[in-house]
């Protein structure tokens, strides 16, 4: 039973990416139309002393950065999601290398930005917003959450239920949990798992704090087939 779910599993895609014509056709899009509203950037002082200049150069390199930008935060561009799976044991986390890619990625983005201010006069206001968006809109939309929980993972197998939450982490055999309360939101999608063990000590997993919600249905999915018995939808205690 186990090995036929976990073949079932391990060909599963969780999220595409999108078809690349539309990934072609949007991030084209975006290029130009940023790097037309960019051009700001070298107007007013800045103009005058770029003349002779390729300042439309410079523009094609700030809609660039805004690419590589969409690319990090917009991960249906570039990075599909499939279950992990280790021989019965099926892991759910949030995927290293595809952590490491968007950081290399985004690396890029100020690389662009210095070879701008060193090769052009800029609008020093202009030149900041523009770079403190593509810089900073990564760094907290993704970068630091995928840090902070970069060994989160739940997994699961026929025996045990084991986790690591940031400081948080526990191993449970499935002999020593007397229910399993799913706490779901007002979109009836499942957050935290709260599992009530025999000796009658609670414990939470809060999947909300391990970036992994590209599994939650999976998860949900995973849960009622496995541990039917056990399983109950419910609220925290």
Known sequence: ???????????KLIRKTYPKEVSIGLLLLVFVITAFLSHQIFEGRAALLNEGKNTYLGAVMVGSAVVIMMLVLWEEFLFPIHVKLDTDRVVFSNHRSKLKKQAAIFMLIPIIFVAIYILYAVNIIGFVIWAGICIISPIVG??????????DFLALTDNTIEYKNNEKEGVFELKNVKQIILIKDESKVL???QLMLTNGQPVLIDLDEMEIEAF????????????KSLVKVGSAV
């Open 191 to 193: 957050h935290k798992i």
């Open 1 to 11: 039973m186990a090995y036929n779910f976990s073949l079932q599993y391990m060909a």
């Open 216 to 227: 939650y249905i999976s998860i949900d999915e995973y849960l009622n087939q496995h541990y």
């Open 142 to 151: 993704k970068l630091v959450s995928g840090i902070k929980n970069y060994n």
